[in-house]
T-cell receptor
Framework: GAGVSQSPRYKVAKRGQDVALRCDPI?????LFWYQQALGQGPEFLTY????????KSGLPSDRFFAERPEGSVSTLKIQRTQQEDSAVYLC?????????????FGPGTRLTVL | QKEVEQDPGPLSVPEGAIVSLNCTYS??????FMWYRQYSRKGPELLMY????GNKEDGRFTAQVDKSSKYISLFIRDSQPSDSATYLC??????????FGAGTRLTVKP
């Protein structure tokens, strides 16, 4: 079966633009996670969904960041009024609970560059 | 201070060498200790995990956890060029709140 897919793979935005990043998790995976990975750093947790419910959004760095998963499958991470410090790779991961505490399946990421 | 500290390297070794990768952490609530491997422009993939303290071996890879010292290690024996990647330690408690180290970039030279 297919793994986690993300689109677009690369996104260049001008400062102040809004962007939307899409994640297609593995079919049937209840849990979905978003991470931000800066250059040379490990993934930093942003937010977590179980089905359509956003159970944890404590990692979202500001109110410019918003995530949704309306039907419990595909998820979108939206960043409003992008800033240069938002430049990073945004990773999506999915899992089946309770194994999400151990194994999360990651997509290839979306590399966002804000000019 | 970050919850999980990992030396980012880079680390370069000759083929066949034994590699030692390490992380320290500060949160006593962590119970699951994982090593993920990330190739360039790919997402991380789980390599192996350990629950609580102890050792676990899988082929050429051995993971060790010492909860009393808040210190975890990954050893790679007979390293191969295909092992060249970034190795990320990760930890979690009973929720899905996984914390990653910065990653150590490893190059194994033929």
């Amino acid at each position: 079966g297919a793994g986690v897919s993300q689109s677009p793979r690369y996104k260049v935005a001008k400062r102040g633009q809004d962007v939307a990043l899409r994640c297609d998790p593995i079919s049937g995976h209840v849990s979905l996670f978003w991470y931000q990975q800066a250059l040379g750093q490990g993934p930093e947790f942003l937010t977590y969904f179980q089905n359509e419910a956003q159970l944890d959004k404590s990692g979202l760095p500001s109110d410019r960041f918003f995530a949704e998963r309306p039907e419990g499958s595909v998820s979108t991470l939206k960043i409003q009024r992008t800033q240069q410090e938002d430049s990073a790779v945004y990773l999506c991961a999915s899992s089946l609970p309770p194994s999400g505490v151990i194994e999360q399946f990651f997509g290839p990421g979306t590399r966002l560059t804000v000019l | 201070q970050k919850e999980v500290e990992q030396d980012p390297g880079p680390l370069s070794v000759p083929e066949g060498a034994i590699v030692s990768l390490n992380c320290t952490y500060s949160n006593s609530a962590f119970q699951y200790f994982m090593w993920y491997r990330q190739y360039s422009r790919k997402g991380p993939e789980l390599l192996m995990y350990t629950y609580s303290s102890g050792n676990k071996e899988d082929g050429r890879f051995t993971a060790q956890v010492d909860k009393s010292s808040k210190y975890i290690s990954l050893f790679i024996r007979d390293s191969q060029p295909s092992d060249s990647a970034t190795y990320l330690c990760a930890m979690s408690g009973n929720n899905n709140d996984m914390r990653f180290g910065a990653g150590t970039r490893l190059t194994v030279k033929p």
